[in-house]
């Protein structure tokens, strides 16, 4: 399978924080991306930082985008003057709560206040970050000299451990569909192209298991999803409204990465 490309890119990636996030970042890494990771918890950008073996390609920035005193677009413009794409990661919840996020509890059992709470932080913190970021890349692309397709990718859906099924989807995940249509709507007319990849299949392990499994961790092919869509070549084939994939099986994510690897995107 060809390896993508993207030496000279710089990504940023929104939740990156966490066993998914660990695998975006090492396979655009892997891939000649310099990633930037911003996160309000100084603390996980260190353990990141870490179990990455602090790889030259990583930046973490602290902070956060509903931060008003954190500055996380101009430390960026300053420390790298662009962003070539990014990925925004959330609702991958791995409990029984239905989408909610409040872990250990029951849907059953949880108060409305309770789901209210846990959609407002993420869908606070997506567009938050859509409402920052997409304007640097449209800025980007005023100097290019060539026409370029920026990639705004939404990585949502529910991965779930093993012995759990698949769960209905709820509303801290269906806030972040709905906001990934608006922003598909509010960008057709831009050369920024919004792209969505809902997940549903199952991690057959636990975090601690896939840890000290030989099996390539199913966040890594996560993560060479994502960079596939940041290749210039894929960009430069995006529809007018940026794309939409649905993966429910293992089966289903290995045949996406073989047509993304042979730029077979219509």
Not at 64 to 73: E, I, M, P, Q, T
Not at 195 to 200: D, F, P, T, Y
Request: some cysteine; overall charge negative.
């Amino acid at each position: 399978m060809r390896k993508p490309n993207l030496a000279g890119k710089i990504i940023t990636v929104v939740g990156g924080l966490g066993p998914v996030g660990h695998g975006l970042a090492a396979s655009l890494i892997e891939s000649g991306a310099t990633v930037i990771i911003p996160s309000r918890f100084q603390e996980k950008l260190d353990e990141l930082r870490d179990k990455l073996g602090s790889p030259a390609g990583l930046c973490t920035l602290h902070g956060g985008f509903a931060d008003d005193d954190s500055n996380v677009v101009e430390k960026i413009k300053y420390e790298f003057g662009k962003i070539d794409g990014v990925i925004a990661h959330g609702g991958l919840i791995r409990s029984d709560t239905l989408g909610t996020g409040v872990v250990g509890k029951s849907i059953l059992k949880v108060s409305p206040e309770e789901v209210l709470e846990d959609t407002r932080i993420l869908l606070r913190l997506h567009l938050t970050a859509a409402q920052a970021l997409i304007p640097m890349l449209e800025s980007k692309i005023e100097t290019e000299s060539w026409k370029s397709y920026p990639p705004y990718t939404f990585l949502t859906g529910g991965l779930r451990e093993k012995e759990t099924s698949l769960q209905a989807e709820g509303p801290a995940l269906t806030s972040l569909y709905g906001l990934g249509l608006s922003l598909r709507a509010a960008t057709t007319q831009s050369q920024v192209k919004v792209n969505e990849l809902r997940i549903a299949v199952h991690l057959n392990e636990s975090d601690e298991e896939r840890m000290h499994n030989a099996k390539r961790p199913l966040s890594l092919d996560l993560g060479l999803l994502t960079a596939y869509l940041n290749e210039k070549s894929y960009n430069t084939l995006m529809c007018s409204k940026g794309m939409r994939y649905r993966v429910q099986t293992n089966e289903e994510l290995e045949e996406l990465l073989l047509r993304f690897s042979h730029h077979n995107f219509e």
